[in-house]
């Protein structure tokens, strides 16, 4: 039986409804019986071909709807496993970035924690400094100069306090980069979470077979986000990652100069004042030497004045009996008669003695009078010395005090980037491999670096 196509249209239908009229005795005649009975073959064969041709349609119909489903499940297919591995390789270069957050991260958490500690010593330096001129602020008035280790003291303490507040400055910017890392690898995190969500959904999708769901469908609801801005949003913010670690590397490598410097200058702060104060100390000691051997020798010549003062007044002593004796003598002449009262060479001899005894007594006495004021100077001079000699001695011992009041001598290799927990060794092999994250290819299963990826 031929088959016609689509637009072939069906036999008209044949009309049964009027029926010819019947003969007298209520028969029907022969010819309607026929035409009735050949509408009827006519009508039944129009019916099957229309049947057959619509059969023949739906075959069609059918076979076409199998072949246009078959492609678009191997599209959907091929759809997903292009964005499995697409998002695959956003996993890769998200668990290579947070990885690499992570490590910088526990880095800076070692920095903070030496800068603190660096911060706190510095500080406890500063508050030393001020301890040890407040002790040398207490000595004698006499020894209050401004000597060289007062200048130095000053200048510790300023470099002292420009370095602490150095060290404050970069706690401060390590804190904005722990906060900023914190955030980027939260945000990372979620990426990843998202990404390995997206990627259980999409093997699930795979897996999925017809009729594996008898579930109602809801309502479609497409998303309207781009390809592009979907990987374009990871990738930047892996980029974004790529550039805080480099800046933290930076400030990290930042604050390792800043502790190297402020040690260096520690250390030298604190050997010159050291150096000086030993100086001063070698400096009292031999003004001390100096005022003792002053000492000895006033002393001494003290001892010689009292033997020249208790010669002299032994000599005075011895002077006046004959001295009395001669006025007396005169005296006792003076009651002869007074023709008798003649200036005789008795008197004139006795008037000799008299004069001669009496200038050599002032003389003694003279003598004596300058001894008792040099005595006296001396004995002033004496208790100067010693009064000095106890102001070097408070002195010196309390710059042995200053000394031993210092703190121990800053050790720059400490600083050093071995010193700091290994924070910054093979910081740029670091760097490199955090820029080659691996890629697995789609075919080959190679591999390309993240920035290869980043311009995909």
């Known amino acids: 039986m031929a088959r016609g196509g689509g637009g072939s249209n069906p036999l008209p239908p044949i009309e049964v409804g009027h029926r010819p009229p019947r003969t007298p005795t209520g028969h029907r005649p022969t010819s309607d019986w026929y035409s009735e009975s050949r509408k009827h073959i006519l009508l039944a064969t129009g019916t099957r071909t229309l049947a057959d041709t619509m059969r023949y349609q739906t075959g069609m119909e059918i076979s076409k709807s199998l072949h246009r489903t078959e492609t678009g499940e191997n599209k959907v297919d091929s759809a997903l496993k292009s964005k499995i591995n697409t998002t695959r390789d956003l996993k890769e270069l ?123 469908l809801a309502t479609l609801a497409f998303s309207k986000q781009q390809p592009f801005s979907w990987s374009s949003s990871s990738k930047g913010t892996v980029l974004e990652a790529q550039l805080m670690q480099a800046e933290s590397a930076q400030l990290r490598r930042q604050i390792s100069r800043t502790i190297q410097s402020v040690r260096k200058g520690e250390k030298q702060q604190h050997d010159l004042v050291q150096m000086a104060l030993d100086r001063n100390i070698a400096a009292i000691s031999r003004l001390r030497d100096d005022l003792h051997l002053q000492l000895q020798q006033v002393e001494e010549e003290i001892n010689q004045a009292l033997k020249t003062k208790a010669e002299l007044e032994t000599a005075i002593t011895e002077k006046v009996p004959p001295l009395n004796l001669t006025k007396q003598r005169y005296m006792t002449r003076s009651h002869r008669p007074n023709r008798e009262l003649v200036n005789d060479e008795v008197e004139h001899a006795l008037k000799m003695q008299y004069d001669s005894l009496n200038r050599m007594v002032s003389e003694l006495q003279r003598k004596l009078d300058q001894i008792n004021a040099t005595l006296a100077s001396l004995f002033a001079h004496k208790a100067e010395l010693e009064e000095n000699i106890a102001d070097k001695e408070k002195n010196y011992d309390m710059d042995k005090q200053c000394i031993a009041m210092a703190p121990s001598r800053p050790a720059t290799p400490d600083c050093s980037p071995e010193a700091l927990a290994n924070i910054f060794d093979h910081e740029h092999e670091h760097m490199v491999s955090a820029m080659q994250i691996p890629k697995k290819s789609h075919s080959a299963g190679g591999q390309m670096s993240l920035g290869n990826s980043l311009q995909m």
């Open 94 to 216: 998200l668990e290579g970035a947070l990885n690499m957050i992570e490590k910088e991260v526990d880095k800076m958490e070692l920095t903070k924690e030496r800068l603190d500690d660096e911060t706190n010593s510095c500080n406890r330096h500063l508050q030393q400094n001020e301890e040890r001129r407040l002790h040398r602020q207490s000595r004698p008035q006499r020894e209050m100069v401004h000597d060289y280790p007062y200048k130095l003291f000053e200048a510790q303490a300023i470099f002292l306090h420009n370095s602490y507040t150095k060290y404050e400055e970069k706690r401060r910017e390590v804190f904005d980069t722990m906060t900023r890392l914190n955030m980027l690898r939260q945000g990372l995190m979620d990426d990843l979470n998202d990404k390995v969500h997206a990627l259980d959904l999409d093997m699930k999708c795979i897996g999925l077979a017809p009729g594996d769901s008898d579930a109602p």
